[in-house]
């Protein structure tokens, strides 16, 4: 069973002619209601070809070969169902997403009203925090370059301590012998037993001093500054003479110095150091030496030691604190600084986030217009054509030898297909194979009129955003495609029909524009005098010619924000004071909108910021005169 048989073309009266009749007869009831019928969709869509029949011939080779198995009748109602369903939801699809594509657009553009309004405010701050940010980084260079400056004044300072010295009294308690009586007359300050009462000398500063220095002692040096002028000596029970030496001796303990037999020891002798007058007398009279003129040098010299040493002492750690306090006060400055810095810059961060953020919003609208014109320039419009054409073995006449291929339309309202050629095809003496092809290259030479298509119609939104208008699509064809869905031959007594079904696809190219929304809003400032909430008349008709934008912009809703400088008035005697200011120049704004014709309903939000959020920062008259503000501003709302 196959379509490789010819029709017969020779005389109907002729013996031949009856023995193929019954053939055909024969063949007839072995067919009769058979059908190849597709059993799935097609694989892809083809373009309608103009190089006529070859790419033809073998599409139908193929499909015959998928049919062979197949059983079926007329024209396979279940495989034009499925594709009758296919064809209503792709129209709907198109429809559907376009008009949530639609959508998306709006809401695209309403979010990006509000990131407009967002940046416009965000970067009003930024243009003033940066500035601002970057006197606070000189400041601190400044605080800095100056806490550098104490330091190297300090360090100058203790520099200049190596001059700095403490007195102290030394008495020498030696056994007189001949090697010192040799020395006595020409004892000089550098003498051995000096370079140990010198060692011994600095011990004692360094444990009285050092605990109150507000800079460690070093190793030190000592000079023997005075030497009493006067041999004081006496016997003891053992008929031992002994001799007394008293020295003033000065003690540098901030250099960092070894002295070159440097002790602290005595060997046989013994020196004692005194600071104040009261301990040397109670060690005279113990070691029963008797002396006006040695007693009276001492208490004169050890009176003027003390006062030596404590303004020493006390000029020093007063200059030590100066330089810490003042580096500590610079230092505290520059850590508020820091954190003010820090805060600043944290700020500008988030506020070019914000900004940022905005212009994403931008972006997504930019991306959902895109995709939202390129599926309204783009449609896909399917539907089925049925062709059967017939001939009639037993009545057959010369016009019988060809069929007429009149399509049926499925799934459009239309039928009107137009062709530059005649469509008569000849159906005798010709393999299967060639009357198909021929049938396929026919049909794809029918067309469709663009004016007959169904009508698309959509709304658009007028650019208020509130109004909407039924706009009716024009179209072009871009490209013709189809799918050969189904082949059918049926004998019935002495008629054989022949049947066509093929799928359909136009793409349409919109000649119609979409449409633009536009996502600027509307907003103005007005400022107020210092304590005042009322509006003059310069201010009423100033906000009546600002409001002309909110006019064009019906399907905006609006917002009216108060605002005061940061100084805090008394009038009104509590800490909101600002805040209900702010509040009643809002409303004065308000009240002048409504004046103007503008719809109070409108009219979302009259708030007050106090003085929470100045439009500029500084306490000088500019700043307050910028802040002492009602800002208001469009939001639309879809």
Known sequence: MGFAFHCPSTNPLSKGVLVTRGIQALFSILIIFQLWSFSGFAQEWLPVSKDGSKSYRHLVEQQMLSQVNASGFGVAPQLEEKWLNRVVSAGQEWTRNLRELEREYRRAVASARKARLTIRARKAVLEQLQPYHASLLEEIDRYRDQIARIEEEKQKFLESLTSTSFSVLVVIRSQLTSDLVQKLPALVQDDTLFKN????????????????????????????????????SRLNKDISEFVYLFARIDVFPYVEQQQAGLSGTLDGQEALTFFDADALLAYLQQEQIKDNRLEAWAQGELSSLAVHNDQVLKAFNNALSHYEHLKSGFGEDLAKLGQEEQQVQQDIGNLRKEIEQ????????????????????????????????????????????????QPVLLGLRSNALTSDTSQAIQLIGRPLVSVYSEMVDRSNQLKLEVNNLPETLVYFAQPNLKDFELVK????????????????????????????????????????????????TCAFTVLFSPKRFKLTKAAKQAIKQSAQCMKDNPGQSIHVIGHTDRRIFSKYGKQDNNAKLGLRRALSVMDALVEARIDPDRIATVSSKGSSEPAVLGMDRSAHRANRRVEVYSDPTL
Request: aromatic content about 12%; overall charge positive.
């Open 197 to 232: 009462s010198g060692g011994i000398a600095i011990s004692a500063v360094s444990e009285r001093y050092s605990t109150r220095s507000s800079f460690p002692f070093k190793s030190g040096r000592f000079q023997v500054n005075f030497l009493y002028p006067e041999n004081i």
């Open 358 to 405: 905005g212009d994403i919003a931008f972006q997504k609208m930019d991306d959902v217009l895109t995709n939202y014109a390129a599926h309204f320039r783009s449609k896909k419009v399917m539907w089925l054509e049925r062709f059967l054409m017939a001939e009639d073995g037993v009545l057959r006449t010369d016009s019988s030898k060809i069929g007429e291929l």
């Open 473 to 520: 699509l024009k179209w072009g064809v871009k490209g013709h495609h189809y799918q050969l869905l189904h082949l059918s031959r049926r004998v019935a007594g002495s008629q054989t029909q022949f049947g066509l079904l093929v799928a359909r696809k136009l793409e349409l190219q919109s000649t119609t524009t979409p449409p633009q929304y536009n996502h600027d």
